[in-house]
């Protein structure tokens, strides 16, 4: 697809260019080769880091959509059982966080329940991720 | 003259990017559990999360208690040292389901290094 990209631009000035001269011709078809090779390189850094933040928000989750291994590892209690005060929530469990971890949509943290004295996870409320700071709108919106 | 204010250094290695090891924290509240024990509630250095860590990792720097803190036993025993605003029913529920006057609550009441 880049490929692609790097010709259509190649070939969007050389189309341009038969007004001018031979040596226009040259010089405007070098620059179009030259920015279409930026366009390029910048086109593939993107998705390149796309896919890297995909995969790290991807790696907070089993395929089961569950918590990684490696999440719960990581994760903290924010409140402890006694300040929850929920009937809702199993005796003995308290609220906890993962580090954040980097998406495509910003840094994102997920907070779930867990009983620090069992390690067990309870998954039947409030599992939630919980993003750092409102992802930025798809659409800036009107100007 | 200075109000008084808890602080402690983190001595323990994280690899998770929590807090950093070495580094000085204001301590915001303590908390106390027979299960874990006594735990400090510092602001770390990810995204800013008021998070609890075992007094164990750190050493006192200076351990002055500010005036404003209250005590507070719970139902099941556990015991806090905090800000009285922090103390209410459900506040800590509201401030991570991200409410915006418990944010401020908490801002107004957060200490952080001179």
């Known amino acids: 697809m880049n490929h692609i990209l790097a010709c259509v631009l190649t070939l969007l000035f050389s189309l341009s260019g038969p007004a001018m001269g031979k040596n226009s011709d040259f010089c405007r078809s070098s620059i179009a080769a030259d920015g279409a090779v930026r366009a390029e390189s910048s086109l593939s850094g993107q998705l390149l880091r796309q896919d890297l933040l995909r995969q790290e928000a991807a790696s907070a989750f089993t395929e089961s ?8 590892a990581g994760s903290r209690e924010v409140i402890p059982a006694a300040q929850l005060g929920n009937p809702n929530i199993p005796a003995g469990f308290s609220k ?7 998406s495509p949509s910003g840094n994102f943290q997920v907070h779930f329940y867990r009983n620090p004295t069992t390690g067990e996870v309870f998954n039947g409320l409030d599992y939630k991720v919980n993003f750092n700071s409102a992802p930025a709108p798809l659409w800036p919106g009107p100007k | 003259m200075a109000r008084p204010q808890m602080i402690v250094q983190y001595t323990k290695q994280d690899d998770q990017n929590w807090l950093r090891t070495g580094s000085n924290y204001a301590v915001q509240a303590i908390y106390f559990d027979q299960q874990q024990g006594a735990r400090y509630r510092i602001i770390s250095d990810d995204a800013g999360t008021p998070a609890l860590f075992p007094v164990i990792d750190f050493t006192i720097v200076d351990g002055s208690l500010p005036a404003s803190w209250c005590a507070h036993v719970h139902a099941n025993g556990d015991f806090e040292l905090s800000p009285p605003a922090w103390l209410e029913q459900g506040f800590w ?3 991570f389901d991200n ?10 009441n957060a200490s952080s290094l001179r």
């Open chain 2, 99 to 108: 409410d915006a006057d418990a944010k401020r609550v908490f801002e107004l």
């Open chain 1, 96 to 102: 906890w966080s993962t580090r954040s971890f980097q």
């Open chain 1, 65 to 72: 959509g569950e918590l990684s291994q490696g999440a719960l």
């Open chain 2, 93 to 95: 529920v509201r401030f």
